[in-house]
């Protein structure tokens, strides 16, 4: 038996039955490191060439946010030539930018914006008008930043003044990257010297990019400091392979007996490493060779074989670092032996659409015994799932890990509005299935 895909009518259809996975990939262009390549790229001074590029949904609406801007930028594939304009050669937009569905592209762009001397104005589609703004608005607008939006600055559409900005030290309540970010790239024009302080630290893909570019950044435990920087030039940046998209695969390959994958040139940020720790300590066998780095992001090949996995605790601090993989660290905990606890989560609430009610409500459907928590979930394993008519939610990470869960249940499992796996993961069907195939 083998997967068979219906492109018509945005439906996908899962074949169950085990099948193994077998063979080696190399998953598209990390997605927040694409998406500042293009951004951080653009303020430099010159010409930077990217390779490995994701060109998805989300990172091409950052492309097209930078040329409204007045930046040239021409891809190709995964290769990217932007032609740099420095920090202050931007030009004001003619017209609304839409961030699409990507919060990478409003939340940054919105600190970038918020330094210049012009308007702008950001919009994006209906899943992103909805999520929350206000925490990249507040701390803009104690640096001296002029927004306004809907719901009192809370949602998108924002109306951006360009201003002089003064430094700020932001205590962060949330551990969000997109937040950290924001106020690094405003910290870029800022009076004075900026400093951002997590809960817990998140990826820190922003603060690498930068320092490799020559911005003198300052880490500290959780708190990263930048001053108002000087031009800085453009270079070669090289993106590996995105490890969130890899962990669709990594839980495919570990809950389908007779599985055997090698996953290439793969991002291991060690901020972004924590779903590959969660899945060890949930007995799964998973080994990182040829670890190297380029372009200032560690990166490695992923071998993973089929494993017999047990139940774990995931709460505090592992949290921010697994959390775009915790919808499909859930599929395997509905495979692994006892009771999977999942807390600390909350912010699952505020990505895409509502994750933890998504991933209750989809594996409901499929036969698992799951207990949705305000912060989490608790998942009791079994032995199979059973296939069914699934949604996504119009999200692409639920659209991918119930394709996962679908490959180990009985029967067929149909997946509605399956083309969101667009924003993240062109092809993620096709390559599914060609490792089913073996």
Same mark, same amino acid.
């Not at 394709?403 to 993961?425: L, N, Q």
């Given at each position: 038996?083998?997967?068979?895909?219906?492109?018509?009518?945005?439906?996908?259809?899962?074949?169950?039955?085990?099948?193994?996975?077998?063979?080696?990939?190399?998953?598209?262009?990390?997605?927040?490191? %694409?998406?500042?390549?293009?951004?951080?790229?653009?303020?430099?001074?010159?010409?930077?060439?990217?390779?490995?590029?994701? %060109?998805?949904?989300?990172?091409?609406?950052?492309?097209?946010?930078?040329?409204?801007?007045? /930046?040239?930028?021409?891809?190709?594939?995964g290769n990217v030539e932007i032609?740099?304009?420095?920090?202050?050669?931007?030009?004001?937009?003619?017209?609304? /930018?839409?961030?699409?569905?990507?919060?990478?592209?409003?939340?940054?762009?919105?600190?970038?914006?918020s330094a210049q001397r012009f308007?702008?104005?950001?919009?994006?589609?209906?899943?992103?008008?909805?999520?929350?703004?206000?925490?990249?608005?507040?701390?803009?607008?104690?640096?001296?930043?002029?927004?306004?939006?809907?719901?009192?600055?809370?949602?998108?559409?924002?109306?951006?003044?360009?201003?002089?900005?003064?430094?700020?030290?932001?205590?962060?309540?949330?551990?969000?990257?997109?937040?950290?970010?924001?106020?690094?790239?405003?910290?870029?024009?800022?009076?004075?010297?900026?400093?951002?302080?997590?809960?817990?630290?998140?990826?820190?893909?922003?603060?690498?990019?930068? %320092?490799?570019?020559?911005?003198?950044?300052?880490?500290?435990?959780?708190?990263?400091?930048?001053?108002?920087?000087?031009?800085?030039?453009?270079?070669?940046?090289?993106?590996?392979?995105?490890?969130?998209?890899?962990?669709?695969?990594?839980?495919?390959?570990?809950?389908?007996?007779? %599985?055997?994958?090698?996953?290439?040139?793969?991002?291991?940020?060690?901020?972004?490493?924590?779903?590959?720790?969660?899945?060890?300590?949930?007995?799964?066998?998973?080994?990182?060779?040829?670890?190297?780095?380029?372009?200032?992001?560690?990166?490695?090949?992923?071998?993973?074989?089929?494993?017999?996995?047990?139940?774990?605790?995931?709460?505090?601090?592992?949290?921010?670092?697994?959390?775009?993989?915790?919808?499909?660290?859930?599929?395997?905990?509905?495979?692994?032996?006892g009771e999977t606890v999942i807390?600390?989560?909350?912010?699952?609430?505020?990505?895409?659409?509502?994750?933890?009610?998504?991933?209750?409500?989809?594996?409901?459907?499929?036969?698992?015994?799951?207990?949705?928590?305000?912060?989490?979930?608790?998942?009791?394993?079994?032995?199979?799932?059973?296939?069914?008519?699934?949604?996504?939610?119009?999200?692409?990470?639920?659209?991918?890990?119930?394709?996962?869960?679908?490959?180990?249940?009985?029967?067929?499992?149909?997946?509605?509005?399956?083309?969101?796996?667009?924003?993240?993961?062109?092809?993620?069907?096709?390559?599914?299935?060609?490792?089913?195939?073996?």
């Amino acid at each position: 038996m083998e997967m068979v895909t219906f492109q018509s009518m945005s439906k996908e259809t899962i074949k169950g039955g085990s099948i193994p996975l077998r063979g080696e990939i190399t998953p598209p262009g990390d997605k927040s490191i %694409s998406h500042r390549a293009i951004i951080i790229g653009s303020l430099a001074k010159g010409t930077t060439h990217v390779n490995g590029f994701l %060109s998805s949904d989300d990172t091409l609406s950052s492309a097209n946010a930078m040329r409204m801007l007045g /930046i040239q930028i021409e891809i190709n594939n995964g290769n990217v030539e932007i032609k740099g304009k420095g920090l202050l050669g931007l030009r004001e937009p003619e017209d609304f /930018i839409d961030a699409g569905n990507s919060g990478t592209t409003a939340r940054l762009l919105t600190g970038l914006l918020s330094a210049q001397r012009f308007f702008t104005a950001i919009t994006g589609d209906k899943y992103l008008r909805a999520r929350p703004m206000d925490r990249v608005v507040k701390p803009l607008t104690m640096m001296g930043g002029k927004i306004w939006g809907r719901d009192e600055g809370k949602r998108l559409p924002l109306a951006i003044q360009g201003s002089k900005l003064s430094a700020i030290k932001y205590q962060s309540p949330v551990a969000s990257a997109q937040i950290k970010s924001a106020i690094l790239l405003a910290g870029l024009y800022a009076e004075g010297e900026t400093e951002v302080v997590e809960p817990t630290p998140t990826r820190d893909h922003t603060e690498r990019m930068l %320092s490799y570019l020559g911005v003198d950044i300052k880490r500290n435990g959780t708190g990263v400091r930048i001053k108002n920087a000087a031009e800085f030039k453009g270079a070669e940046i090289s993106v590996p392979a995105d490890i969130s998209s890899a962990a669709f695969f990594i839980v495919a390959a570990l809950i389908n007996p007779g %599985s055997e994958i090698l996953i290439k040139n793969a991002g291991i940020n060690p901020h972004r490493t924590g779903a590959i720790e969660i899945l060890k300590e949930m007995g799964g066998d998973i080994e990182i060779i040829n670890e190297r780095e380029t372009g200032g992001e560690p990166v490695g090949d992923i071998l993973v074989r089929s494993s017999a996995l047990r139940s774990v605790q995931i709460k505090g601090d592992m949290v921010p670092r697994a959390i775009d993989e915790i919808p499909v660290i859930s599929v395997a905990a509905c495979f692994a032996e006892g009771e999977t606890v999942i807390r600390d989560a909350r912010e699952l609430r505020v990505k895409e659409t509502d994750r933890i009610r998504a991933m209750t409500a989809e594996l409901r459907k499929l036969g698992a015994q799951v207990e949705e928590l305000d912060d989490g979930m608790i998942i009791l394993g079994k032995e199979s799932l059973r296939g069914a008519m699934c949604s996504t939610w119009g999200d692409h990470r639920i659209a991918m890990a119930i394709a996962v869960a679908g490959s180990r249940a009985d029967g067929v499992t149909e997946i509605e509005d399956a083309e969101c796996v667009s924003v993240s993961f062109p092809g993620f069907f096709d390559v599914m299935g060609r490792l089913r195939r073996g």
